[in-house]
Each structure stands twice: as structure tokens, then as C-alpha cells.
Nanobody, 124 residues
Framework: QVQLVESGGGSVQAGGSLRLSCQASATTYSRLCVGWFRQAPGNERERVASLAIHGRASHADSVKGRFTISRDNTKRMLFLQMNDLKPADTAIYSC??????????????????WGQGTQVTVSS
């Protein structure tokens, strides 16, 4: 439905910061719920944050106060600012979009479109 491409991942030391970006391919992006997910090897995929089209943002308890999701609809981009990174944040991070404008329920990971993922590695 929409192509998504992440960038901005990398390796940082604990306490450092990264900003992930996600470029969407279609103008319909502005009418979609968007979110960030992460998955570490052997672990389940976790929803990090989501952002509804009306501006309501939701962040997982594990990242509240450290991560901030935002979007620029004019540029069709999604961002995740990650501060005070911890080794437990190490994972592949993917952006996603869903046609449900108010976003799927927090326990659901069945978003319509997914990016390829970008690696974030945080060392002690």
C-alpha cells in the first residue's frame, strides 16, 4: 500500500542518541497511522511508539521519557528521536503504517505496510 524506507540506525554507546527517519512513498501517508517497532534476535516484535493522524502519540513504557515519535506530512516522513539509549534498546527498528487512522490497538502488530528495518546497537 505504501513503501517505507528507514535510515539513521547505527552503533552508539549507552547514554547516546540517535534519530531514525522513515521516508514514505505515497501521498496517502498523511492519512495513515504510523509507528515504530523493534525486534531483537529471538524476541517478539515490540511496538515502540505510534502516532495517529490527529496527533495522538503513544510510547511504550520502556521508552517513555527517552524516545519521541513525530511526523512531517509535507515531506512524508516519520521520525523517532532516541535519547539516553540503553543496551536493552539494541534491536532492528522498523517503521510501519496502517490505514486505521486512530491506530490499531496497542497489542496488535498487524500494520498494513512495513519498512525493511535498520539496526540500532547500543554498547555498554
Amino acid at each position: 500500500q505504501v513503501q517505507l524506507v528507514e535510515s539513521g540506525g547505527g552503533s552508539v554507546q549507552a547514554g547516546g542518541s540517535l534519530r531514525l527517519s522513515c521516508q514514505a512513498s505515497a501521498t496517502t501517508y498523511s492519512r495513515l497511522c504510523v509507528g515504530w517497532f523493534r525486534q531483537a534476535p529471538g524476541n517478539e516484535r515490540e511496538r515502540v511508539a505510534s502516532l495517529a493522524i490527529h496527533g495522538r502519540a503513544s510510547h511504550a513504557d520502556s521508552v517513555k521519557g527517552r524516545f519521541t515519535i513525530s511526523r512531517d506530512n509535507t515531506k512524508r516522513m516519520l521520525f523517532l528521536q532516541m535519547n539516553d539509549l540503553k543496551p536493552a534498546d539494541t534491536a532492528i527498528y522498523s517503521c510501519a503504517a496502517d490505514r486505521l487512522w486512530d491506530c490499531p490497538s496497542p497489542h496488535r502488530n498487524d500494520f498494513d505496510s512495513w519498512g525493511q528495518g535498520t539496526q540500532v546497537t547500543v554498547s555498554s
